[in-house]
């Protein structure tokens, strides 16, 4: 049973690509799976964050099946109200370059 006072962060897909590129904090919070908050996502961002990646051979599959073994995913359509979106080219250029994907 999860504990109902811990902390909730949630993880943008800005977030998730930094993650799968080796940011150090995002890796430590999430594969420890700290104790303390519980880290969710939709289903939505991880697709903005896996959609946006141009060379696909650059994901690191052990990071993304740690992150879909700590982190809960959610619908987007339950959390937000809203139906999901088809990654735009522009949104996705647009993550690319908030983290600066190589």
Do not use: C, F
């Amino acid at each position: 049973m999860e504990n109902a006072n811990k902390q909730k962060m949630y993880l943008k897909p800005e977030a998730i690509l930094k993650y799968l590129m080796g940011e150090e904090k995002l890796h430590t919070l999430i594969t420890t799976q700290n104790t303390e908050v519980n880290l969710i996502t939709t289903d939505q961002s991880l697709y903005e964050a896996l959609g946006s990646v141009d060379d696909r051979s650059k994901i690191n599959l052990n990071l993304l099946v740690k992150l879909l073994e700590v982190v809960k995913i959610v619908p987007h359509d339950e959390m937000a109200k809203e139906e999901r979106k088809v990654l735009s080219p522009e949104r996705a250029e647009e993550l690319r370059k908030s983290v600066e994907w190589k």
